[in-house]
């Protein structure tokens, strides 16, 4: 095995003459197979001063001292002195053996050898390794056992955990622990498995996943993401997306004379050429008695000319009195006030179809947009507006008790169009009538 000794120079030596012996070696009767290998001389630094210098070394076997060996340490401060060439007496010499070198020694000719050198000699004692001790108990201190927490050669059996294998490589079943559950066993509990038609009750069935996580925003699933223009679950019989290519029966126009409509493309479609006066028309339908909330999205409403609206309306009994029932009318509109062609939201009460009474709240102006959402809440007997750019957040524009207007008997879609001299059309992709409390419309601002 290989051996370091080193050794370092507490003193710059700077006398002629003067050496650094680096290396005693231990004695031939310690080592006598010992050879030495090389040796590596260090400068502590490297400076332009000692760049162009060179190293002697020389070796004293005996009494008998070897011709010095010089080394150029210009390009390095690290002297590798392997496979140096040493004479004797003009004559190459070979030492081999410690018993054959009293020290090794370094000069430095001129400049002397600076504080901090170090000086490391290699050598091989000459004992092969890779024979160590194979019997544990043999150690000093230790015994045959001395790790309890592993298992010994002798314990590898069936016993002990090991199990030997059959002729096609797999331990057989009356070798295997009987917590381990044999391949017929396994094969039985899938098959009763699949054969299960709700094998795993915590988790919801594709049926029940359907109900619980439907769009809300349709009166069904509580714990879905809400899409406000998703079909109910649940429809009201009051619903219309308006798909089916003609008004269903449950709606009534109203003052047809002065519109047409369409029902196609999912949506309804009035237009309505431009009036001298005040007139409103549009369609209608009975209101169940209770609370609800009624909602409608306007999808286009043109052109964008003050004086044309359109939105839901509350009728006190269009049925019975067709030309001279109250209306209120909550209207989505463009106007000239406070800026030409404002983008407002309303609310106006009219004695009859042509006829306006009164305005419940101040108008509201509004961002301009071709989608809108309005909502009316009917709590007891307050009559709750709001409005909404996407129909999940919505704006609260003003509630009135029945009392300040009309008990409405029918509720509807309406279209106004005044002294335009334009042609004003309206899109309503549908109507929706939920149960009162329905809390899936987004939060309110």
Request: with cysteine.
């Amino acid at each position: 095995m290989f051996h370091f000794a080193a050794a370092t120079v507490n003193r710059a030596i700077t006398s002629p003459g003067e050496f650094f012996k680096c290396f005693s070696p231990f004695q031939a009767t310690d080592f006598p197979d010992a050879k030495l290998y090389g040796v590596l001389i260090a400068l502590p630094y490297k400076e332009t001063a000692y760049e162009d210098f060179q190293y002697d070394i020389f070796w004293q076997g005996g009494s008998i001292f070897l011709a010095p060996q010089t080394f150029d340490v210009s390009s390095s401060t690290i002297l590798e002195l392997l496979d140096i060439d040493m004479t004797l007496n003009g004559n190459p010499a070979t030492i081999e053996t410690f018993e054959e070198i009293s020290f090794l020694a370094v000069t430095l000719p001129v400049g002397g050898i600076p504080a901090g050198t170090k000086c490391v000699a290699i050598f091989d004692d000459g004992i092969e390794g890779g024979g160590g001790v194979t019997d544990h108990g043999a150690l000093t201190g230790l015994a045959d056992n001395d790790h309890p927490q592993y298992q010994l050669a002798i314990e590898k059996n069936n016993a002990g955990g090991y199990a030997a294998l059959d002729e096609n490589g797999l331990i057989a079943d009356n070798r295997l622990p009987a917590s381990i559950a044999r391949d017929t066993e396994v094969a039985a509990a899938v098959t009763a498995h699949e054969a299960a038609s709700n094998p795993h009750p915590q988790y919801l069935t594709p049926a029940e996943g359907d109900v619980l996580y439907a769009p809300i925003g349709s009166g069904g699933g509580s714990h879905g993401v809400y899409t406000p223009d998703a079909t109910p679950v649940v429809p009201s019989a009051l619903d219309d997306n308006f798909n089916t290519g003609a008004l269903d029966v449950k709606w009534t126009e109203y003052q047809a004379a002065f519109h047409t409509l369409a029902v196609n493309n999912s949506h309804l479609r009035l237009t309505m050429a431009s009036q001298s006066s005040d007139g409103i028309n549009g369609i209608f339908q009975p209101i169940p008695s209770g609370d609800w909330i009624a909602i409608t999205k306007l999808r286009h409403l043109s052109p964008f000319k003050a004086y044309i609206s359109a939105g839901l309306m509350l009728l006190e009994d269009a049925v019975n009195n067709p030309n001279t029932s109250d209306l209120m009318i909550f209207q989505d509109g463009r106007w000239d006030q406070p800026a030409a062609d404002s983008h407002l939201i309303s609310l106006a009460r009219f004695s009859d179809y042509t006829t306006f009474l009164s305005a419940p709240f101040a108008d509201l102006v509004i961002e301009k947009s071709q989608m809108m959402y309005q909502r009316i809440d009917k709590v007891g007997t307050n009559y709750t507006f709001y409005y909404s750019y996407d129909g999940i957040y919505w704006f609260t524009y003003g509630t009135l008790a029945a009392s300040a207007f009309f008990t409405p008997q029918q509720i509807g879609l309406f279209v106004a169009n005044t002294l335009t001299a334009k042609t004003a059309v309206v899109m309503f992709d549908y109507f929706r009538l939920y149960p009162a409390g329905t809390t899936e419309f987004g939060g309110e601002i």
